[in-house]
Each structure stands twice: as structure tokens, then as C-alpha cells.
Nanobody
Framework: QVQLVESGGGVVQAGGSLRLSCAASGRTFSSDAMGWFRQAPGKEREFVAA????????FYASSVKGRFTISRDNAKTTVTLQMNSLTPEDTAAYYC?????????????????WGQGTQVTVSS
């Protein structure tokens, strides 16, 4: 089992920045990648970003590329999502997730473990 705990959500004005963190514990060696997904009210969950635990290669949704940066610490147990130039369209609950080596990083159903989520609200 892998436990994931997110932190860093909050309320920010449009154009501002927030930093989300996800701390992983348990059998972290079993996860190949960690990602962030988000879900706004009335909308489907969508991929935001992911990072390979081994290579550090990052993946981004087109809607956040250039504004968001995902990174991991040297111990490979904490993943951070730096979000800049936030817009009201970024308002959502953000979830950290971890997956094994199979399946696309872009698909939520390939992730085995999920955090409880943290709310991000961007006011106009």
C-alpha cells in the first residue's frame, strides 16, 4: 500500500501562484510515476501533470504547460506542483496519485493510489 497526503491548496487571486505538495509513504518503491489530477464541480476528472520517479521525466496537460511545474525530491517520496499564472478555470479539487509501470501516465484509471485531495480556488 502507498499512502498519499496532499497539502498546499487554498484561495488565490487570478494571476497568483500556489504550490501543492504530495507526500508518499508505505511501499513507495512499487510506484513508477506520480501525478496530479483535478476535478471541478460538474466536470470530469482531468490529468494535470505527472513525473516519473526514476527518470524525473515530466508530463503536462496542454492547458497547464508553461504555467505549472511538477518536481520530485531526491528521496522520491514527495512530489510538488508549482502553479503559476492561475486562472479561475484552474479552480478544482486537486488529487495526487501514484501508479505502477503499466499504462499511460495520462489516464486516471492506471493509477493505483490516490490522496484525499486539496481544494484550489482562483478568484477573478
Amino acid at each position: 500500500q502507498v499512502q498519499l497526503v496532499e497539502s498546499g491548496g487554498g484561495v488565490v487571486q487570478a494571476g497568483g501562484s500556489l504550490r501543492l505538495s504530495c507526500a508518499a509513504s508505505g511501499r513507495t518503491f512499487s510506484s513508477d510515476a506520480m501525478g496530479w489530477f483535478r476535478q471541478a464541480p460538474g466536470k470530469e476528472r482531468e490529468f494535470v501533470a505527472a513525473i516519473s520517479r526514476s527518470s524525473g521525466r515530466a508530463f503536462y496537460a496542454s492547458s497547464v504547460k508553461g504555467r505549472f511545474t511538477i518536481s520530485r525530491d531526491n528521496a522520491k517520496t514527495t512530489v510538488t506542483l508549482q502553479m503559476n499564472s492561475l486562472t479561475p478555470e484552474d479552480t478544482a479539487a486537486y488529487y495526487c496519485a501514484a501508479k505502477g509501470s503499466y499504462g499511460s501516465v495520462y489516464l486516471g484509471n492506471t493509477y493505483n493510489y490516490w490522496g484525499q485531495g486539496t481544494q484550489v480556488t482562483v478568484s477573478s
